[in-house]
Each structure stands twice: as structure tokens, then as C-alpha cells.
């Protein structure tokens, strides 16, 4: 059974920083893309970043590029969020999600598994 946990979630000021985690196990890491979104209240959850099977290959929504990066080690089942220069319209949870097919997308819909979420807060 595949799990997926995120941390690093929390409060923190405009221009601040802060990396997620997701840690994942029942299944075989390497071998999935793993995806970032965002979800605030009374919208879709949007996608965020996505990264392929050996991090070769990223893709982030317009408004993070240049500010966020997504990185994973194979070794430690671990796919991370690294966000720079916060602002408060990133404030959302964020979940990770794996896609088993390993299709590199940006499709909600393509990714079989989720996190619980993690709450992160950007004050201005």
C-alpha cells in the first residue's frame, strides 16, 4: 500500500523559505514522477511542480518559476519542495502525489496517490 507523507509545512514571512518533504514507501519510488500542488479553500487544487522518474526532468507552474525547485532522492524515497522568496498568495496545503505510470504531467487526474497535505502560511 503506498503512503505518502508530507512535512515542513508552517508560517513564515513574506520572502522567507521553506522546504517540503514527502516520504514515501509501499511501492517503488524510483520508478514514479512525483508532483506537487497547492489547494486553498473554495478552489481546484493546482499543480505546483512535477518531477520525472531520475529528476532529469521539471516542470513548474508559471508563477513559481525562478522561485521554487523540486528535487528527489531515489535512495531515501523522498521528493522535496524547496520554495524561495514566499509570498502570501503561496499560502495553500500542499500535497505531493505520485503518478505510478510515470507520466510527466501536470494533470491531477493522472496521479494515482496523495499525501495528507501540509499547511503552509505566508504572512506579509
Known amino acids: 500500500q503506498v503512503q505518502l507523507v508530507e512535512s515542513g509545512g508552517g508560517l513564515v514571512q513574506a520572502g522567507g523559505s521553506l522546504r517540503l518533504s514527502c516520504a514515501a514507501s509501499?511501492?517503488?519510488?524510483?520508478?514514479?514522477?512525483m508532483g506537487w500542488f497547492r489547494q486553498t479553500p473554495g478552489k481546484e487544487r493546482e499543480f505546483v511542480a512535477v518531477?520525472?522518474?531520475?529528476?532529469?526532468?521539471?516542470y513548474f507552474l508559471d508563477s513559481v518559476k525562478g522561485r521554487f525547485t523540486i528535487s528527489r532522492d531515489n535512495a531515501k524515497n523522498t521528493v522535496y519542495l524547496q520554495m524561495n522568496r514566499l509570498k502570501p498568495e503561496d499560502t495553500a496545503v500542499y500535497y505531493c502525489?505520485?503518478?505510478?505510470?510515470?507520466?510527466?504531467?501536470?494533470?491531477?487526474?493522472?496521479?494515482?496517490?496523495w499525501g495528507q497535505g501540509t499547511q503552509v502560511t505566508v504572512s506579509s
Open positions: 518531477i520525472s522518474r531520475s529528476g532529469g526532468s521539471t
Open positions: 509501499g511501492g517503488t519510488f524510483s520508478s514514479w514522477t
Open positions: 502525489a505520485a503518478d505510478v505510470h510515470a507520466t510527466v504531467t501536470s494533470l491531477r487526474n493522472q496521479y494515482e496517490h
